[in-house]
C-alpha cells in the first residue's frame, strides 16, 4: 500500500465489498459504519495535519456542528434533513473560513491552542443551548432522505459509507499528487519557500481547513443520522484528540494510514471493553507503545519495511 | 428438559468519565446481585450472566455497546444507562429491537412520554424538585435561587424545576449555573448574596460541585437556607464540605439514612439488607444509585420470575404490572401510563446535624 | 458594588493562581524540550490524590506532602525515560499524543488503586476568611498566591541567571549543537521532568483544600494551564504566570458580570482575539529565524 | 599510500569507521590519524561525507562499526558530551547557533563542561577576536547575519578549550576579510599547539594551513598525505581546485 | 526604458539595527548584477525586502517601473521574481524532484476540486512539469538524486537544488544568495558556469557572493554595502581598484 499508489484503493474496496458477507451479525456491521464515518473525517484532517502541517486540536467541534444541524434544524425548524445536513455543511464551511485567516497567523502549539478553544467554545454553546439541543443529555434524530429516498438501517448506511470512503480515498489520493497538495505539503516543508515559489499559503491553508471541516460536518450529519440520537460529546475535546490519535497511529501525511487508524482506533475499545476499569490503563499503555514503536504511524513504518525486503 | 440456558443480564454503564461517581456502586450492586442469586441457584433454576460494558459517560459509546448488547449477546433484558443521555441514545435501539430496558437516569424524559419498552423505577428530577418545594413552602419560603450544574443531570434539573416551581408557588429570583469540574463557584455565589429578595438557595447538580457550593456559601456569609437535590446526601459530601455543611439540606431515598429508619418504616428490611450486604462486599459505604440498580434489577427479576421464563414481551407486560415492590428508593407502582411507579414521598428530606445526616422536621 | 467587584478578583485570584501553578509545570518542561506535556494535569492530580492517600495511611501532614511531591517526580523522570527518551525527534504530534497517552495511564491507575472518588485534606491555615473590602478571601487562597510567586521567582533565577537554566533551554533550540558544547541532554530533560512533576504535584496538593481532588481532576487543570501558558507566551515563566492569573479572572468576572452558563467559553473567545493581535502570546519570545 | 605514522603520540585514531543513515551508509570504512598538535585537513565532494564524520566523531551521530580512541582512551562507547569534556569540541556545519538565547550566552554554554576561573578572560578573547560580537552581545543570536553567526559558532567551539577541534567549513559565508582572518585564527590556534581536523570547501586556504590533508569520496578515504603534496597532485587539482 | 528593477531609498531596521539604510540601484534587463560586502552589511535582508519577504519601512522599489513594495512574495513570483535561500529553505517533508516542481507551481492549474476528480489536464500538465523538473536537476547536477528524499542531500547538493527550484519558476529576475558558499572551488566553477548559462538565456541575475573570484567573472556591475548602505556601485573594475572597498571587504589579497 504505498502512500500514493491506487493499488490500496483496489484492495479496500475488495474488502469493503465482501465485508457484510462475513459478518456474523448487525453489531458488526454497525461497528464497520463507525469506523468508515472516522475514516473519512481522518481523511480530512490528515489532509490539514498530516500533508498541510496544521495542527487541529478542536476538529470534533465540526462534526459536532454538522450532527446538530441535521438534528436541530429538521426537529426545530422543519428543514428537509438532507437540506440540513447540506446546510450544516455550508454553515461549518462559512464559519471555518471566517476564523481561519486569524487562526493561522498562528503556528505550532499557539495554532494547537486556537483550534482546542475553537472546538471548545462550539462545545459549551451545544451543551448550554438545551432548548435546541437538548443540553448534555443530547437529542434524537430523524432518519435521512435523500430526494424522497430514506435511508435506515445498517445495511443501507453500510453501502453509503462504503461507497464515500472509497471516494474519499480516491479524492485524497488525487488531490495530494496534485499541483494543489505539492503547495500544500510544501508549506508545512517551509512555509517562505512556499511563498516565494507563489503558493499563496494563507489561501490554502484557508481552503483545506475549510475542505476538511466540512468534511468532518458531513460526517457528523451521517453519524447522526445512523445512530439516531446525537449528544454534545461528539464535539468535545476527547473526541478531538481521539481523531488526532487516529491520524498519528495510522500515519501523518498517509492517506491509507487515515484509514487504518480509524479502523483500528474504533475497534480499540470494543476490544477492551471487557478489561473491568482497566480500559484507560490499556488503552493508555496501547497509544503510547504504538507511538514508540511505530513513531511514524503503522502504514508508513510498513511501507518502509517493505521496501527494504525488496 | 428444563433449559439451563443462562440468562444474560446486558449492562451498559458510566463506571468512568464524569458520571463514574454514579455508574460504580451500580455496576457493584449489580455483580454483587448476580453472583448471589447465581450461588443459590440462580432464577428459574438458570444461572444468570451479567455482561456489562462501560461507556465511559459517553452517551455515543453507550449506543454502540448497547447495539451490541442487542445484536452479538443476544441478552435478554438490560439494567442501565447511568446517565440520561446515554439512555436516551439506546432508547431507539431497545425499542426496536424490543428489550426490556431499565434505565438507572434521573431526567423524567426517560418514561415521559412512556416507551414501550423502557423502564425506571428510580427517582427523577421533578419529584426532586416538587420535594423541595413542598419543604420551602412549609418554612414559608417563596423566593428562592436556583443554581445548577451544566451537567445533563442539572439542565434536566433545572427544567424541571422550572416547570413545578409555579405549582407551588415558588419563583425564581435569581438563576445561575456552574461547570461541573469548576473550582470555584463564588462568583455566582456573591450575585446571589446580593439579591436581598433572595429566601433560599436551590443546588441543582452532583459531585463534588455542591460541596464546593456549600464550602464556598460559608465563606462569603452567606447563611440563607441552602438546599440540595437527590445525589448528594451521604458521607462523603460532608466529608468534602466539612463543617460547612452544617443545616445544609439534601433529598435521598430512605438508604441514605437506613441506621436512623423507624422500625416500622416499610422500607427498613429492604434497605437495611441491601447496605448490610454492600458494605460487607466492597467496605465503603451505600449510595442512593447502588440501590437504585437494586430496585431496577428485581423489578425484572420478579417479573421474570411471574412470567415463569425469559420471553420478553412478557416479561416487559409483567413489569410494566408491577405493584406493591418495596425497594431501597420506596414502593413501585407501575402502570401502563407510568413507567416510574414512584410518589413524590418516596425522596425524604435530609438535614445534617453535628456532622451527620438526620431526616429534617 | 466594590465589594462585588473585589469578591470577584479575589474569586479569579485565587482560580488563575492554580492554573498559574500548572502553565508553570508546562513551561518548565518546554523550555527544555520543546514538548508541551499534556499529561501535566495528571501530576497536579497525582499530588493531590497521594496528600490524601498518605494522610489517610496515618502520617504526618508534612511527610504526607513530602511523600506527594517525591512520588510525582519519581513519575515523572520514569516517563521521560521510558516514554520521551525513546522517541527523540519525534515530530510535535507523536509527543502529543505519547503525553496524552501517559496521561491516561496516571488516571487510570490512579482510579484503579485510590478509587473514583472525591477527596480533600484541611486547609493548611484553617477556614476562617480574611475579609478585605467586604470580600471574602481564603487562608488556602494566599498559600496559592503565594506558592505561585515563589515557583515563578525560583524559575526566572533559573532560566535568566544559571548556566544549567541557559543549557536547559539550549537543549530545547537545538539538541544537537548542545550536544556538542557538552550537555548530557538527556539528563536535562529527565531533570526537567522531574521537576515539572514535582511543581505540578506541590500545585495539587497547595490547591486541594480548595476545589477538592478526585482522579479526574486532572483534565481539566492540565486543560486550563495549557491555555495559561500558551495566553503567556510558551517558555516565559512570567507570561505563565499572568496568562493563569487572566484566565482566571476573565472567568471570575464574566461568570459574575456575564452569563455563568458561558463563563468557560469567554476566557476562550478572549484568548484567540489577543492571539490574533500577539500570535505568540502576551510574554512569548519573538521569531528569530531567518533565511 | 597511507601516510599515517604510528607513532604513539597520535591524539586521534580512527578504525573502520562506518555510520550510516537508515540503510544508506555514508561512511564505509573510514580510518584518520591526528598527531598532537597536528592541523589536519579533510576535503572532498559534496555528499563524500565529510560531515557525517565529523558527527560521528562528537559522537551525535550513530557509529556503526569501528573504533574511535582519543589521547590513549576508547572513546567509541561515549556520550556526545562526555567526548566535548574530553576536549573535543566542533564548530557544526549550518553554524547551529541557539537562536533565541543572547550572543553572550551562546558563548558561555561553549565553555558549559568547564568549572575553572579563567571563563572570562576567554570570553573577552573570543571578542577580541569577533568584536561585531561584542557590540551586538546582548542580542539574541539568530538575529545575527549569516556571516556573523559563523563567527559566534567559532568561537562558541574555541570556549571548551579543546585538545582536538573539529571545523565544519568555518569560512563558509564570510567575506574575503573574514576568511583571511578565520584562517589567521586557525594558525594562530595552531601555533599555540592546539590539533585541528579542518573540513573546508576552500581548498586552496584548507591545503595551505594543513600538515596533512584527507581526501574523502563517496564514504571512503581515497588519498592522503602532507597539505602540500597534495594541493600538487593533479587529481587533486583537477578535482577539487577547479585547475 | 526604465529599468527592470529600480530600488530608491530603501530602508528597514530591526529593534535598534539599520540593516538597511536608504539603498538605491538599478538593474537593467539581462545583466548580472552583483551585491558585496561585510558580514551583516544587509545583503541579505535587501534581497528579503524586495522578494517580499520583508516590509520595507522606507522607500519604493519597482519591477518595470510598477511599485511592488511591501506586495507578497507570491505576488512577486507572479511577476517572474524568484530567489534561493542563504539559510537554506527545503521542503523536507518532500521528495528533492517535488522541491524542484513546487518552483513551477504558478505554471500549473492549481484548482483543489479539479485535482480532487483527477482531471485528465492537470495529470497532463503535472507530468510535463515532473520532466522539466529532473532536467534541471540535471543541470545543476543532481541528475544522480532525482528520486532521493530532499533530507538525504548534503548541504551543498541542498544549496543546488534551491537553484534548480528558482529556476523552475521560469523566472525573469532571479535572486542568489550565497550560491557557492559550501562548494569547493571546482563546484564553484560549475555553478559560475550555471549562472552564465541562466543569465545568456535571458534571465536577469541578482547575485549575493562572498567568492570574489566569481563576482567579479559574471558581474556586470558590483554594488558595495556596509553597515546598510551602499558604499559604492560600479563595474568590477571600477569596485576592485576602490580602496574603501578594499579596506571594508576585499583585504589586500584582491
Ligand atoms: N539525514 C540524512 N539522511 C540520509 N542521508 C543523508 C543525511 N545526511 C546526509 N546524507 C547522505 O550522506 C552522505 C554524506 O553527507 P555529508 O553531509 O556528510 O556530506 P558532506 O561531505 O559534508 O557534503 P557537503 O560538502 O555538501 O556538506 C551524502 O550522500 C548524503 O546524501
Ligand atoms: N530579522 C532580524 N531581526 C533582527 N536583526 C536582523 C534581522 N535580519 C537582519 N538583522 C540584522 O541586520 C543586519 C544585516 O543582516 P543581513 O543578513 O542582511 O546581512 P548580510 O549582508 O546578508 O550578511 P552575511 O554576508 O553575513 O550573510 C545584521 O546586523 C543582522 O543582525
Ligand atoms: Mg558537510
Ligand atoms: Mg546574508
Redesign the pocket.
Known amino acids: 500500500m504505498k502512500n500514493s499508489s491506487y493499488a490500496g484503493l483496489l484492495i479496500i474496496a475488495a474488502i469493503l465489498a465482501l465485508l457484510p458477507f462475513v459478518l456474523p451479525n448487525s453489531f458488526y456491521l454497525d461497528l464497520a459504519i463507525r469506523m468508515g464515518i472516522n475514516a473519512i473525517i481522518v481523511l480530512g484532517l490528515n489532509l490539514l495535519i498530516g500533508f498541510a502541517g496544521q495542527i487541529s486540536l478542536g476538529h470534533a467541534g465540526f462534526v459536532g456542528l454538522g450532527a446538530f444541524a441535521s438534528a436541530v434544524l429538521p426537529h426545530h425548524f422543519g428543514w428537509p434533513t438532507f437540506g440540513a445536513m447540506l446546510g450544516g455543511a455550508m454553515f461549518t464551511g462559512i464559519l471555518a473560513a471566517l476564523v481561519a485567516r486569524p487562526i493561522f497567523k498562528l503556528k505550532g502549539h499557539y495554532l494547537a491552542m486556537a483550534t482546542l478553544g475553537l472546538g471548545i467554545i462550539v462545545n459549551i454553546v451545544l451543551r448550554n443551548e438545551s432548548e435546541y439541543t437538548g443540553g448534555p443529555d443530547g437529542m434524537p434524530v430523524m432518519a435521512l432522505d435523500v430526494l424522497g429516498f430514506e435511508i435506515s438501517g445498517d445495511d443501507q448506511w453500510y453501502w453509503v459509507v462504503a461507497i464515500l470512503l472509497c471516494i474519499s480515498i480516491w479524492a485524497s489520493l488525487n488531490l495530494i499528487n496534485s499541483p494543489f497538495g505539492r503547495g500544500l505539503r510544501a508549506l508545512h516543508g517551509s512555509e517562505v519557500a512556499a511563498r516565494v515559489a507563489g503558493v499563496n499559503v494563507e489561501r490554502y491553508k484557508i481552503v483545506i481547513f475549510v475542505m476538511s471541516a466540512m468534511f468532518a460536518s458531513v460526517m457528523g450529519s451521517i453519524t447522526a443520522h445512523h445512530v439516531g440520537f446525537i449528544t454534545p460529546s461528539v464535539a468535545d475535546f476527547p473526541h478531538s484528540i481521539e481523531l488526532l490519535t487516529m491520524v498519528v497511529v495510522g500515519g501523518v501525511a498517509s492517506v491509507y494510514g487515515s484509514v487504518v487508524g480509524a479502523v483500528l482506533l474504533t475497534a480499540l475499545p470494543q476490544a477492551l471493553a471487557n478489561f473491568e476499569g482497566w480500559e484507560i490503563v490499556a488503552y493508555g499503555v496501547i497509544l503510547v507503545t504504538c507511538m514508540i514503536f511505530v513513531p511514524k504511524g503503522v502504514v508508513p513504518t510498513m511501507n518502509a519495511k517493505f521496501k527494504k525486503e525488496h | 428438559a428444563e433449559n439451563k440456558e443462562p440468562i444474560k443480564v446486558g449492562s451498559i454503564l458510566s463506571v468512568t468519565g464524569a458520571a463514574a461517581y454514579l455508574g460504580t456502586p451500580e455496576l457493584n450492586t449489580l455483580q454483587m446481585y448476580v453472583d448471589d442469586l447465581n450461588k443459590s441457584g440462580g432464577v428459574l433454576g438458570r444461572p444468570l450472566q451479567l455482561i456489562h460494558y462501560d461507556d465511559a459517560s459517553d452517551a455515543s459509546k453507550a449506543n454502540g455497546f448497547a447495539k451490541r448488547l442487542i445484536e452479538d449477546d443476544k441478552v435478554d433484558f438490560i439494567v442501565g444507562g447511568t446517565t440520561t443521555g446515554s439512555t436516551m441514545s439506546m432508547v431507539p435501539l431497545v425499542e426496536k429491537a424490543g428489550v426490556p430496558f431499565m434505565s438507572l437516569a434521573g431526567a423524567v424524559v426517560v418514561v415521559e412520554p412512556v416507551k414501550k419498552w423502557v423502564f425506571k423505577a428510580s427517582t427523577t428530577d421533578r419529584i426532586a424538585a416538587e420535594r423541595v418545594f413542598i419543604d420551602m413552602r412549609k418554612r414559608g419560603i417563596s423566593k428562592i435561587a436556583l443554581l445548577s450544574e451544566t451537567s445533563g443531570f442539572g439542565q434536566s434539573g433545572k427544567k424541571q424545576s422550572e416547570e413545578v416551581a409555579g405549582k407551588y408557588g415558588i419563583t425564581f429570583v435569581i438563576k445561575e449555573t456552574y461547570g461541573p469540574k469548576d473550582t470555584d463557584m463564588s462568583p455566582q455565589l456573591t450575585k446571589i448574596k446580593n439579591n436581598k429578595d433572595v429566601q433560599a438557595v436551590f443546588v441543582f447538580g452532583f459531585g463534588q460541585g455542591p460541596a464546593i457550593v456549600t464550602k464556598n456559601c460559608r465563606q462569603l456569609g452567606l447563611d440563607l437556607p441552602l438546599y440540595h437535590a437527590h445525589g448528594i446526601g451521604s458521607e462523603e459530601f460532608i466529608n468534602l464540605a466539612g463543617p460547612a455543611a452544617e443545616g445544609a439540606y439534601a433529598l435521598a431515598p430512605a438508604l441514605m439514612i437506613g441506621d436512623t429508619l423507624a422500625a416500622d418504616d416499610p422500607q427498613k428490611a429492604v434497605v437495611a439488607g441491601y447496605a448490610k450486604a454492600y458494605r460487607e462486599r466492597f467496605k465503603e459505604d451505600v449510595s442512593m444509585f447502588g440501590g437504585q440498580a437494586y430496585d431496577n434489577f428485581f423489578i425484572v427479576i420478579e417479573a421474570i420470575k411471574r412470567v415463569g421464563g425469559t420471553d420478553k414481551a412478557k416479561v416487559r407486560d409483567a413489569i410494566e404490572s408491577t405493584k406493591g415492590f418495596i425497594g431501597t428508593g420506596g414502593e413501585i407502582n407501575m402502570t401502563p401510563d407510568d413507567h416510574m411507579g414512584l410518589s413524590v414521598d418516596s425522596l425524604r428530606m435530609l438535614v445534617v446535624k453535628n456532622g451527620k445526616w438526620v431526616e429534617a422536621k | 458594588m466594590l465589594a462585588t467587584f473585589v469578591q470577584f478578583i479575589f474569586s479569579g485570584l485565587t482560580v488563575g493562581a492554580i492554573y498559574a501553578l500548572v502553565a508553570l509545570g508546562f513551561t518548565l518542561i518546554y523550555n527544555a524540550s520543546g514538548v508541551i506535556n499534556f499529561a501535566q494535569g495528571e501530576f497536579v492530580m497525582l499530588g493531590g490524590m497521594l496528600a490524601v492517600f498518605f494522610t489517610h495511611a496515618g502520617l504526618p501532614m508534612p511527610a504526607a506532602i513530602a511523600l506527594a511531591i517525591a512520588v510525582p517526580a519519581v513519575i515523572g523522570v520514569l516517563v521521560e525515560k521510558f516514554t520521551i527518551e525513546p522517541v527523540k525527534g519525534a515530530e510535535t504530534i507523536t509527543l502529543i499524543i505519547i503525553t496524552l497517552g501517559v496521561s491516561l495511564v496516571i488516571r487510570g491507575l490512579v482510579q484503579v488503586t485510590l478509587g473514583k472518588g472525591t477527596h480533600t485534606i484541611p486547609a493548611f491555615s484553617g477556614d476562617a476568611p480574611i475579609m478585605v473590602a467586604g470580600a471574602a478571601l481564603t487562608p488556602q487562597s494566599l498559600w496559592v498566591l503565594g506558592g505561585t510567586a515563589i515557583v515563578v521567582l525560583v524559575l526566572w533565577y533559573f532560566f535568566a541567571r544559571t548556566l544549567a537554566g541557559k543549557a536547559m533551554l539550549a537543549t530545547s533550540y537545538n539538541r544537537i549543537a548542545s550536544q556538542l558544547v557538552g550537555i548530557n541532554t538527556n539528563w536535562v530533560l529527565l531533570m526537567s521532568f522531574a521537576l515539572a512533576s514535582a511543581l505540578g504535584a506541590l500545585g495539587g496538593i497547595l490547591v486541594t483544600p480548595i476545589t477538592l481532588t478526585s482522579f479526574d481532576v486532572g483534565i481539566m487543570l492540565g486543560l486550563k494551564g495549557f491555555v495559561a501558558a500558551v495566553l503567556g507566551g510558551l517558555g516565559s515563566g512570567p507570561g505563565a504566570v499572568i496568562g493563569g492569573l487572566l484566565v482566571g479572572l476573565i472567568e471570575s468576572t464574566a461568570a459574575g458580570y456575564l452569563s455563568s452558563a458561558y463563563k468557560d467559553a469567554i476566557p476562550f473567545v478572549l484568548i484567540l482575539f489577543i492571539l490574533f493581535f500577539m500570535p505568540r502570546g502576551l510574554l512569548g519570545s519573538k521569531v528569530t529565524d531567518r533565511v | 599510500m597511507t601516510a599515517s605514522i604510528h607513532a604513539p603520540e597520535a591524539l586521534l585514531r580512527v578504525r573502520d569507521m562506518v555510520s550510516a543513515?537508515?540503510r544508506?551508509k555514508?561512511l564505509k570504512g573510514i580510518a584518520l590519524e591526528i598527531n598532537r598538535g597536528e592541523t589536519v585537513a579533510l576535503i572532498?565532494a559534496?555528499?563524500?561525507?565529510?560531515?557525517?564524520?565529523l558527527r560521528t566523531l562528537s559522537g551525535v551521530q550513530p557509529m556503526a562499526a569501528g573504533t574511535v580512541a582519543f589521547d590513549g582512551e576508547d572513546i567509541s562507547r561515549l556520550r556526545a558530551d562526555q567526548r566535548v569534556a574530553r576536549g573535543i569540541c566542533q564548530c557544526p556545519?549550518g553554524r547551529m547557533v541557539f537562536g533565541p538565547l543572547s550572543i553572550e550566552d551562546n558563548i558561555r554554554l561553549g565553555a558549559y563542561t568547564r568549572k575553572d576561573a579563567e571563563i572570562g578572560d576567554d570570553i573577552e578573547k573570543v571578542y577580541a577576536m569577533f568584536p561585531i560580537l561584542k557590540q551586538k552581545r546582548h542580542l539574541p543570536a539568530g538575529s545575527l547575519s549569516g556571516g556573523q553567526q559563523q563567527m559566534l559558532a567559532m568561537g562558541r567551539a574555541l570556549m571548551g578549550r579543546p585538545k582536538l577541534l573539529l571545523l565544519d567549513e568555518p569560512s563558509m559565508g564570510l567575506a574575503p576579510l573574514l576568511v583571511e582572518e578565520i584562517f589567521n585564527v586557525i594558525r594562530t590556534l595552531k601555533s599555540q599547539g592546539m590539533t585541528i581536523l579542518l573540513v573546508e570547501?576552500n581548498a586552496f586556504g584548507a591545503l595551505g594551513v594543513a600538515d596533512r590533508a584527507y581526501v574523502?569520496e563517496t564514504g571512503h578515504v581515497t588519498l592522503s598525505g602532507s597539505g602540500a603534496e597534495l594541493a600538487e597532485n593533479p587529481d587533486v587539482r583537477a578535482a577539487y581546485l577547479g585547475m | 526604458m526604465a529599468s527592470l528593477l529600480e530600488v530608491s531609498n530603501l530602508s528597514k531596521s530591526f529593534g535598534g539595527v539599520h540593516a538597511v539604510q536608504s539603498v538605491g540601484f538599478k538593474v537593467d534587463a539581462g545583466i548580472v548584477y552583483s551585491v558585496i560586502g561585510p558580514n551583516g552589511a544587509g545583503k541579505t535582508t535587501l534581497f528579503n525586502l524586495i522578494t517580499g519577504v520583508y516590509t520595507p519601512d522606507a522607500g519604493s522599489i519597482r519591477l518595470n517601473g510598477e511599485p511592488i513594495e511591501g506586495k507578497p512574495p507570491t505576488m512577486l513570483a507572479r511577476r517572474g521574481v524568484a530567489r534561493t535561500f542563504q539559510n537554506l529553505q527545503v521542503c523536507m517533508n518532500m521528495s528533492a524532484l517535488e522541491n524542484v516542481m513546487v518552483g513551477a507551481h504558478l505554471h500549473l492549474d492549481r484548482n483543489p476540486l479539479k485535482a480532487a476528480l483527477r482531471f485528465p489536464s492537470i495529470r497532463r500538465g503535472d507530468q510535463s512539469i515532473a520532466e522539466r523538473a529532473a532536467e534541471l536537476m540535471d543541470f545543476v547536477g543532481l541528475g544522480k538524486f532525482v528520486n532521493a528524499h530532499a533530507?538525504?542531500?548534503?548541504?551543498?547538493?541542498l544549496k543546488r537544488l534551491e537553484i534548480a527550484r528558482a529556476l523552475a519558476l521560469k523566472p525573469r529576475l532571479i535572486f542568489l544568495d550565497e550560491p557557492a558558499a559550501?562548494l569547493n572551488p571546482k563546484e564553484t566553477e560549475g555553478v559560475a558556469e550555471l549562472i552564465r548559462e541562466v543569465s545568456n538565456s535571458g534571465v536577469t541575475v541578482v547575485l549575493v557572493e562572498h567568492d570574489m573570484k566569481m563576482v567579479m567573472k559574471l558581474s556586470d556591475r558590483i554594488l558595495v554595502m556596509d553597515y546598510g548602505k551602499a558604499l559604492t556601485e560600479g563595474t568590477a573594475e571600477e569596485v576592485r581598484n576602490n580602496p574603501q572597498v578594499i579596506a571594508a571587504y576585499l583585504g589586500a589579497q584582491a
Request: proline content about 0%.
Open positions: 543513515y537508515g544508506i555514508a572532498g559534496n555528499g563524500a561525507g565529510k560531515t557525517t564524520f556545519e570547501q574523502l | 533530507d538525504s542531500l548534503s548541504y551543498g547538493m559550501g
